[in-house]
């Protein structure tokens, strides 16, 4: 039990860390993307086209924990030297929706971040992504715990005890 609570209050950090960083904030758009955002993020283009192009350092190979027809999908919204404003939604199916959708996309295959699908294919936390993904009240229940303790851990703002990063990719 101690697993999967830190196992989702790990995703909690994270997920409170994406909407304070980009609130406000859109990311520019593809033309031919639908507009559409999403309750836990998004991600650029760079951060995960090594899943989609020359992984490992094979040509042409595909992340084989990744769907192909996702890959493929996600091959035409960020194709080879796209502008790096461009961004994809985590949840591409219910993106402006707060629900356990992302936990099912996992178990399609459809994570779009390296470590987001590492939940799906780890022993440890398949058995929570799979509970997540079939019950939605457990899923919410679970959010609502993880919140309440992270309200409670006391982060630590200041340097050189903290730090709250303005861009998650470069330390302040």
């Keep these: 039990m101690r697993k999967k609570f830190l196992g989702f209050l790990k995703?909690?950090?994270?997920?409170?860390?994406?909407?304070?960083t980009y609130r406000g904030r859109e990311p520019q758009r593809r033309q031919k993307q639908p507009q559409k955002q999403t309750t836990v993020g998004f991600s650029h283009c760079n951060r995960f086209s090594n899943r989609i192009y020359d992984f490992g350092g094979q040509a042409g190979a595909i992340?084989?924990?990744l769907n192909r027809t996702y890959a493929a999908q996600l091959q035409s919204e960020c194709p080879r030297n796209v502008d790096p404003s461009v961004a994809i939604e985590l949840d591409p199916?219910?993106?402006r929706t707060f629900d356990n959708q992302y936990f099912r996309n996992l178990q399609l295959?459809?994570?779009l971040l390296t470590s987001d699908q590492t939940?799906?294919?780890?022993g440890i936390s398949r058995p929570t992504v799979n509970t997540w993904a079939a019950n939605s009240a457990a899923f919410s229940r679970a959010f609502v715990t993880a919140m309440t303790n992270l309200g409670q851990?006391?982060?630590k703002t200041r340097a050189p005890l903290g730090n709250i990063r303005r861009d998650c990719s470069v330390l302040n």
Excluded at 11 to 20: E, N, P, Q, S, V
């Design 153 to 155: 851990v006391g982060v």
């Design 119 to 122: 939940l799906a294919e780890d």
């Design 63 to 65: 992340d084989p924990t």
């Design 109 to 111: 295959r459809m994570g």
């Design 93 to 95: 199916i219910t993106p």
């Design 11 to 20: 995703f909690a950090i994270a997920l409170t860390k994406i909407k304070r």
